[in-house]
């Protein structure tokens, strides 16, 4: 497993941008599959973002599309969501997640697809 710290949270207004980091640390030799999910008070955690080891492939829930776009820098280990035209419903603790994997540009979309998760960061957007 890798160790994930997510960082680049804070209180925006609605239509503002943020940028996430999640920097990863440990077993990073290995190739990992990473993604972004977020949960709302009172709700489930869900899917936001995916993105494959090489970073060639990319996935997105249908409420994001558009605004948020998923990235990483392998050289840095650390991936980003780049948040923009933030709107209140986006308000959420924002995780990343991580998964080794052998050779394959998969994109995982499922929690339970992934074994490493950060600490979370908060995001919140004011009306």
């Known amino acids: 497993q890798v160790q994930l710290v997510e960082s680049g949270g804070g209180l925006v207004q609605a239509g503002g941008s943020l940028r996430l980091s999640c920097a990863a640390s440990?077993?990073?030799?290995?190739?990992?599959?990473m993604a972004w999910f977020r949960q709302a008070p009172g709700k489930e955690r869900r899917f936001v973002a995916g993105?494959?080891?090489?970073?060639?492939?990319?996935a997105y829930a249908d409420p994001v599309k558009g605004r948020f776009t998923i990235s990483r820098d392998n050289a840095k280990n650390t991936m980003y969501l780049q948040m923009n035209n933030l709107v209140p419903e986006d308000t959420a603790v924002y995780y990343c997640?991580?998964?080794?994997?052998?050779?394959?540009?998969?994109?995982?979309?499922?929690?339970?697809?992934?074994?490493?998760w950060g600490q979370g960061t908060q995001v919140t957007v004011s009306s």
């Open positions: 997640a991580a998964r080794a994997i052998l050779f394959s540009d998969v994109v995982y979309t499922t929690d339970s697809d992934f074994d490493s």
């Open positions: 440990g077993r990073t030799d290995n190739n990992y599959v």
């Open positions: 993105v494959s080891w090489r970073g060639s492939s990319t």
